[in-house]
């Protein structure tokens, strides 16, 4: 806080409000809304132009609907050199945008500096621990300094430099500006006062039209609980997804303070500080392509939001979606009951005996016995049943084809469509909502994703990157990670954002201009150095092992270990990129972001190949699910079993004997996961244990305990990579499975894939709680931006626990861009594109969770849906006729989607119940 006491009147004793000079207000370059509704209660900022426009924003134009504007500073730090006098001034900016001086040094003091040994200026460079906001904002006389650089003597003064950086900057980065004629000129934004007397200098305005310039001077400061009513805007506080119009910022996950009732009193306070010195006050746009970055991630997000939720689309795709993901767990009803009803009426039905030809008494008794045995035992809940029943399914299972079970499951969902009107939902998709999502995509995503793409990858942004973080200091370096999250938060569903961060995460070094690869390391030098080192791209995955991870860890420990909190950063970060990541290991080959894994994590990455037969990995797969969902707990194994040997009965290239006459299909597929380095091994032995990395299923799974490792594990960072492995490794073996019994399989069947998308999706509270905890730690470096982080998890789309969820559609995503790329189809907002389709109905109904209907659809969405056998047909017969797209002559039709949405919860409460 500044030093005034809670006496807003004690001005005398206030050092920020006794400051005298030249008021100079800076701005940072932000973007605006110029559409909505109410926008005489939510005006757009006004747009940039005249001596205040940087070239940037020509050189990377925003799509119709949005503009450049500028805003005050966001939470941060500003630093400011004044050459002529020789002083070096470094501000905490707060919430608000008011500005807390917390060192004032001489340039001669900052070239003495030496990063690397401790000096008596090292206490003064630090900023304070606490987060600080402006305490005598609410007495004007305080409020206008406040808002403010001033600088003395202005009228004798030339060169003033500023820059505004999102974390606190270090000793190296002190010196580096300070010796560095070009690194300021690069990187500070320079003003001549001496051309200002002269009339006008670049990127500055007279502060007389600060009501003309400034977003937040159009609007009134209020409290923020009254949100949507005054020119107060905190990130996430509406907290669903319902449409908001008119907010020119609510997509930002800047907090937005209004100030017109201060800009007459700020301006005259201004010119009468200035009137000594015959100069004119300030505004001055500082560059900020990070806070840039970050404001169209959010935007991109609330423009998909408002699209999928307008009226006319909401309805609609909500039920589409809920269809597509009812039809194949139909299916697989049908086909569940069909073997159970052929159980019941062969081996397990009690027989009836009269006329001739009957077993003896003694055998007719002992058969009267063994189903009373049986019926006693069902409804007791006893093994002797289950197992009885276990043997009969696999009895009868061998007299049943997969032709069979074909047709019972397309009766069952011609018996579910007919109460559908004719071609619905498939008209609906094809000729209103694919032309209106083609066209979304091509007039508002695209451009969006581009201009997003623009700035994290332009010039700016790597200036700011290379010149405000120390790559020798963990806690720096922490702050350069957030920062690299703040730009690409929720955007790794987007086609061309996702195919990028894959190109980082594919690349064989790590270059300087690799932020995500960069940001994993800390942005630490020498663990970079080291993990460049190692890099072989051309090494398969499978000598992984061999790899110098003691040096490689200890490299990284050693550079952190005075600062612990510093290790939760990175994986925060890769909460915001895992699906790329999934993609990138499908490399198969020793790349900088695999071993970025086991070195975050602090262990080694080991690789087993795994050889075994689909039998035996149902039981995994299962046992997988089960882990992470206990609600799967009472799954039918054998049920499901028996019904996927028909299905793949025909597979014969890939069967194995098993000896007695038995055969079975036979898979191999790779897995890696971390494990604790063992220091007493040396080179040599570590190599020869390669050799011992072909494993049978059944030993691999009891040696692996579980592909999940330490998911739940204290150690946050170690956590989300055992649940990125753990996908990759599930989602390997789902895969291998059905390529090894993919003969005679039509689109509508089962695949094991869909399974580990039930699995997948199952663990998306799992990483919204590691990501949770990781976003509680931040540096002291950057504490503005830890808080930003923290409001944008809960806020934009909950980013970090709202990815984690979206992995269960990742693969089907990074297919759907592969078309896109190919040109046979525009689709660029890739949750869209899977909105209605398979798996990613889960996405779409998420998208829509202000219905109820997200959370309660999953089960449904999951096509395995081990609750299936619970499902009342005529319940869920009676629900489709009278859903959106029902039968036009039903006179009981649901009148809203949260009609709809009730009923369906009220169906998916009683198969719960009976589970």
């Known amino acids: 806080m500044s030093e005034a006491s809670e006496d807003v009147q004690s001005i005398a004793n206030c050092r920020v409000c006794q400051r005298s000079g030249l008021p100079i207000l800076p701005l940072r370059y932000a973007v605006t809304r110029t559409d909505g509704g109410d926008q005489a209660g939510h005006p757009p900022g006004p747009e940039v132009s005249g001596a205040l426009r940087d070239e940037s924003l020509t050189a990377m134009p925003l799509p119709q609907g949005q503009r450049y504007t500028l805003r005050l500073l966001r939470a941060g730090f500003l630093y400011v050199f004044n050459e002529t006098r020789g002083r070096w001034i470094g501000h905490i900016v707060t919430d608000k945008g008011y500005l807390i001086e917390y060192v004032d040094v001489s340039h001669d003091e900052v070239i003495a500096i030496d990063p690397d040994s401790p000096q008596p200026i090292d206490g003064r460079l630090q900023p304070p621990a606490d987060e600080q906001e402006f305490a005598c904002a609410a007495n004007p006389s305080h409020a206008y300094p406040g808002r403010c650089v001033m600088v003395p003597d202005a009228d004798k003064a030339d060169k003033v430099y500023l820059s505004f950086s999102d974390g606190a900057w270090t000793k190296r980065v002190w010196k580096e500006h300070a010796t560095n004629a070009n690194q300021r000129r690069d990187n500070m934004r320079q003003i001549s006062l001496a051309a200002w007397r002269g009339g006008s200098t670049p990127y500055a305005e007279s502060l007389e039209k600060l009501g003309d310039i400034v977003a937040e001077a159009g609007r009134v400061w209020a409290p923020p609980e009254r949100h949507g009513t005054s020119g107060t805007w905190r990130p996430g506080a509406s907290g669903t997804w319902e449409r908001q119009e008119g907010h020119a910022f609510e997509f930002s996950p800047f907090p937005f303070h209004g100030m017109k009732e201060q800009v007459e009193g700020l301006e005259r306070w201004a010119e009468k500080q200035a009137e000594p010195l015959d100069m004119a006050p300030m505004l001055v746009a500082l560059e900020d392509p990070v806070g840039i970055a970050a404001d169209l991630a959010g935007l991109m997000a609330v423009r998909l939001k408002e699209f999928m939720n307008s009226d006319g689309r909401r309805w609609p795709l909500a039920t589409a979606a809920t269809l597509n993901a009812l039809e194949p767990a139909i299916r697989e009803q049908a086909q569940f009951r069909y073997i159970d009803k052929r159980v019941d009426s062969g081996p397990l039905h009690r027989p009836i005996f009269a006329g001739p030809g009957q077993p003896s008494w003694e055998e007719q008794q002992r058969i009267h016995a063994y189903h009373d045995r049986l019926e006693a035992s069902r409804e007791a809940g006893t093994d002797f049943y289950k197992n009885e029943r276990d043997k009969a399914r696999k009895e009868v299972s061998k007299g049943i084809t997969p032709e069979e079970l074909q047709r019972e499951a397309d009766d069952a969902w011609e018996r579910h469509r007919s109460r559908l009107r004719d071609g619905q939902p498939e008209f609906w998709k094809q000729t209103q909502f694919k032309p209106e999502q083609e066209r979304f995509d091509q007039n508002v995503m695209l451009p969006l994703v581009h201009a997003h793409q623009a700035w994290l990858t332009g010039s700016s942004i790597q200036k700011q990157f290379e010149a405000h973080f120390d790559d020798e200091d963990a806690e720096s370096g922490q702050a350069f990670t957030d920062t690299v999250v703040l730009c690409i938060q929720d955007t790794q569903q987007y086609g061309p954002a996702f195919e990028k961060y894959l190109e980082w995460l594919t690349a064989p070094s790590i270059t300087d201009d690799n932020w995500l690869l960069r940001g994993f390391l800390l942005n630490l030098k020498v663990v970079r150095n080291a993990v460049n080192a190692q890099a072989a791209p051309k090494l398969k995955i499978d000598q992984v092992a061999t790899l110098s991870w003691t040096g490689l860890v200890a490299s990284y420990q050693s550079a952190t270990e005075q600062f612990p909190d510093t290790q939760a950063a990175p994986g925060r970060l890769l909460g915001a990129v895992m699906a790329p990541m999934l993609s ?188 949770e905890r990781v976003n509680r730690v931040t540096s002291r470096l950057s504490k503005g931006l830890g808080r930003i982080l923290r409001r944008a998890a809960g806020g934009l789309g909950k980013a970090f626990g709202f990815a984690a969820a979206a992995i269960m559609a990742m693969w089907d995503i990074y297919n759907a861009y592969e078309e896109f790329k190919k040109g046979n189809w525009i689709l660029v907002s890739l949750y869209s594109a899977s909105a209605i389709t398979g798996a990613g109905a889960f996405i779409a109904l998420t998208l829509l969770s202000a219905t109820g209907v997200g959370v309660l659809l999953a089960a449904a969405a999951i096509v395995v849906n081990i609750f299936i056998a619970l499902w009342s047909n005529n319940d869920v017969q009676d629900w489709i006729e009278k859903c959106y797209f029902g039968v036009e002559d039903s006179d009981e039709r649901f009148f809203s989607l949260e009609l709809e949405a009730e009923a369906f919860e009220a169906l998916a409460g009683q198969a719960e119940e009976k589970s």
């Open 584 to 771: 990138a290991l499908d490399e198969q080959t020793v790349r900088p972001a695999l071993i970025a894994l086991g070195v975050i994590s602090g262990r080694k990455v080991t690789h087993t190949r795994v050889s075994g037969h689909v039998d035996d990995a149902i039981d995994g797969l299962i046992a997988e699910m089960q882990r992470v969902n206990p609600a799967l707990q009472g799954a039918d194994q054998t049920l499901l079993k028996e019904k996927l040997r028909i299905q793949t009965r025909g597979s014969y290239r890939n069967m194995q004997t098993l000896g007695k006459g038995n055969f079975d299909i036979s898979i191999v597929f790779d897995t890696l996961s971390v494990e604790e380095i063992d220091t007493s091994a040396d080179d040599r032995t570590i190599a020869n244990r390669v050799g011992d990395t072909v494993m049978d299923y059944n030993q691999w799974r009891r040696t692996q305990g579980s592909v999940w490792g330490s998911v739940g594990d204290r150690n946050t960072q170690l956590g989300i990579v055992s649940l990125v492995l753990g996908m990759w490794a599930l989602r390997a073996q789902g895969k291998a499975m059905d390529e090894a019994t993919a003969e005679n399989r039509t689109e509508t069947q089962w695949r094991f894939g869909a399974l580990v998308s039930g699995a997948v999706g199952s663990v998306a509270d799992i990483a919204h709680t590691i990501m």
